[in-house]
């Protein structure tokens, strides 16, 4: 089994920052993409940023310039660095990888329980 748990979310004021973490464990051969999404109340699941392998970023317009995805591919972690958050950056974030699990040797996506950011002042 695969298991993703991230940590890091919180209440921050307006302008703040919050740092996301997402570590990746269990039965993984190997891992491609990781990345995180998130979903705000009454609202889809939305792309925040995505990281490949290789390092090959990509983000969704509402955080560009603002938030920074990272990983260390040696220890099966994912990070998102969130910066000058607003409140329309309230939303539950969920981390994804895509695995390929030693047990089966296939490639599926694996998410976490998601964390709550929360920026009000």
């Known amino acids: 089994q695969v298991q993703l748990v991230e940590s890091g979310g919180g209440l921050v004021q307006p302008g703040g920052s919050l740092r996301l973490s997402c570590a990746a464990s269990?039965?993984?051969?190997?891992?491609?993409?990781m990345g995180w999404y998130r979903q705000a109340p009454g609202k889809q699941r939305e792309l925040v940023a995505r990281?490949?392998?290789?390092?090959?970023?990509n983000y969704a317009d509402s955080v560009k310039g603002r938030f920074t995805i990272s990983r260390d591919n040696a220890k099966n972690t994912v990070n998102l660095q969130l910066n000058s958050l607003k409140p329309e950056d309230t939303a539950i974030y969920y981390c994804?990888?895509?695995?390929?699990?030693?047990?089966?040797?296939?490639?599926?996506?694996?998410w976490g329980q998601g964390t709550q950011v929360t920026v009000s002042s």
């Open positions: 269990g039965s993984i051969f190997s891992i491609n993409t």
């Open positions: 994804v990888a895509d695995v390929k699990a030693i047990t089966t040797m296939r490639h599926l996506d694996y």
């Open positions: 990281i490949t392998s290789g390092g090959s970023t």
